[in-house]
């Protein structure tokens, strides 16, 4: 069935470096995408969105990359920080009336010092 | 303002007695998500609630689990004679309901099932 999916389930970066956390989508008609952050023993923080009308999305430290043509989407942290540690969750969401959100299994990003 | 909140944060219970897990979503939110999450796993959708709409329960994995919303705020998820395999944390979320699908979520209630 259709399906949102991570490429790593584990990712160690040097603090300060860049960080890029990868997803894969199978569903074309999904609109919507969103990046979650999950630190332990917490819910998920949003950290930023795109529409399938854009293919780049910029925020604070974090830029989304949205390729509807391969069904990937893409999470860059800049000068990623200890406390950017955590799970991180693609969801896609495409237009039924439900608007329920679809998850990836998530990938877990640690930054040593 | 407050973000979502949910109630208990933890629950232990036996194996076949209910529970009730409440959440409390932002003000003015008219859409609110129950999720649950195993250990390790990504979000499971359950029930959605869209204003005064009947919900929709596509998500929900057995007759034992059911959810109300009153007055179009506060959710109960409420589950029935508890299995083992119904550990997990259970995730409330809400968003504006008009059109603005970010979904915040509230910290979750971790319900272990002994």
């Known amino acids: 069935g259709e399906s949102v999916g991570l490429h790593l389930p584990t990712l160690s970066v040097q603090e300060g470096d860049n960080s890029i956390i990868n997803c894969a989508y199978s569903n074309s008609a999904s609109d919507y995408f969103i990046w979650y952050k999950q630190e332990s023993g917490k819910g998920p923080q949003f950290i930023i969105d795109i529409r399938s009308n854009m293919d780049k999305r910029q925020g604070q430290r974090v830029t989304v990359l949205l390729n509807k043509t391969v069904k990937h989407l893409s999470l860059q942290i800049a000068a990623t920080q200890p406390g950017d540690s955590a799970v991180y969750f693609c969801?896609?969401?495409?237009?039924?009336?439900?608007?329920?959100?679809?998850f990836g299994s998530g990938t877990r990003l640690q930054v040593q010092p | 303002g407050a973000g979502v909140s949910q109630s208990p944060s933890n629950k232990v219970t036996e194996k076949g007695k209910d529970v009730e897990l409440r959440c409390d979503p932002i003000?003015?939110?008219?859409?609110l998500y129950w999720y649950r999450q195993s250990l390790g796993q990504g979000l499971e959708f359950l029930i959605y609630f869209q204003g005064n709409s009947a919900p929709d329960k596509s998500g929900l994995p057995s007759d034992r689990f059911s959810a109300e919303r009153t007055g179009g705020s506060v959710s109960t998820l409420t589950i029935q004679r508890t299995q083992q395999e119904d550990s997990a944390v259970y995730l409330c979320?809400?968003?504006?309901?008009?059109?603005?699908?970010?979904?915040?979520f509230g910290p979750g209630t971790r319900l272990l099932v002994l």
């Open positions: 979320a809400s968003s504006l309901g008009t059109g603005e699908e970010t979904q915040y």
């Open positions: 969801a896609e969401n495409w237009n039924t009336g439900r608007r329920a959100l679809t």
């Open positions: 003000s003015g939110h008219t859409a």
